[in-house]
């Protein structure tokens, strides 16, 4: 008797056919991990374990064994552990707050919770045809958002350069940011030409210009940038936070991008932040294709570092199927519905 765990999977479906320079995708898998007492068993903490296919240093074959280990281990009353995966830390921490908070969906307190308060958030502009893309970002401008961030390295870099060129003649650098983000779609041999064309553009910054792992590749770039460069799956994997530390030193990008679901959770997330200001460097957080149960607490936990520059939360209104939840986007602002409710779903939970 007492503390018991469980878990589940469930198919989030796209409103459309979401591209980047690495894949297509028209769904995604994601996991929840759901704690209570069962003594109460209505009271429940719930966190979501966003496994990213492809990116994360967790997408390894026994990773549903890995959630079945933890919660027996917390079954049993024995000292759970998540094995060094990055996406069921999160969704344990998750879910080990929420627990303790009464199971209200808070997991850092903050007035943002309460309505009181708004993050300013990046429009996402994702890949396409350049005439999709064209709307997307006409949809996004209409809507009053004044920081994008554009996909970039999958429909041919003269197109996108004449997409931004489209944006820039509408919309100068003091009523408009733009960042961009490559995914390491450009190769250490070209990737200085090509953000040399696009610095004439007054990008704010561009996301992992070159694949992760070359670190003396990315110092380079990052040395000779005329746009700030911002590390992003760089840092996945990187759990030790002495490791943490001889990136930044070696790469000395002007940002970092934090994704607790891939950076280790948000205690190794707050690693980073610590790393990078010890050195200069500048951060901002963003989500990373989760649902609503793992955006809210990254929002959470973005609002209780009272940040200011736009943060990339922007992720909640991709799907069909989210979970419903208080989080509300009014053009590039996102808050917490005081009077909005969480609707949970029937949900096949697995109790091993």
Known sequence: MGRRAAWCRYRLDFRFVARTSRETMTSKDTYFLKLWDDTA????????????????????????????????????????????????????????ADFARGGRRIVFDSPWVYGDGQLTINGLVWMGSPDE???RIDEKLSSGFRCLKMKIGGVGFEDELKLIAHIRSAFGSDCLTLRVDANGAFSP????????????????????????????????ICGASPIPVALDEELIGID??????????????????????????????MAWIEAAEALGIGWWVTSALESNIGLNAIAQWAASLEVEMPQGLGTGQLYHNNIVSPLRLDGDRLYSDPDGRWEIPQLQWIEP
Request: with cysteine; net charge negative; aromatic share 6%.
């Open 240 to 269: 030790d936070d002495r490791d943490k530390i001889r990136l930044l030193s070696t790469v000395r990008p002007r940002y970092i991008i934090l994704k607790p679901t891939l950076a280790g959770g948000f205690a190794s997330s």
């Open 133 to 135: 893309m064209l709307r």
């Open 41 to 96: 068993p209505e009271v429940f903490g719930i966190g979501e374990c966003g496994l990213f296919r492809g990116l994360s240093a967790d997408d390894r074959p026994d990773y549903e064994q890995r959630l079945d280990a933890l919660c027996r281990a917390i079954n049993r009353g024995e000292e759970p552990s998540a094995g060094g995966y990055s996406s069921i830390t999160m969704g344990y921490e998750t879910a080990l």
């Open 189 to 220: 041999a070209d990737a200085l030409d090509r953000l040399d064309r696009l610095a004439r553009f007054d990008i704010h910054s561009i996301e992992q210009p070159v694949r992760a792992g070359q670190a003396e590749e990315m110092a380079r």
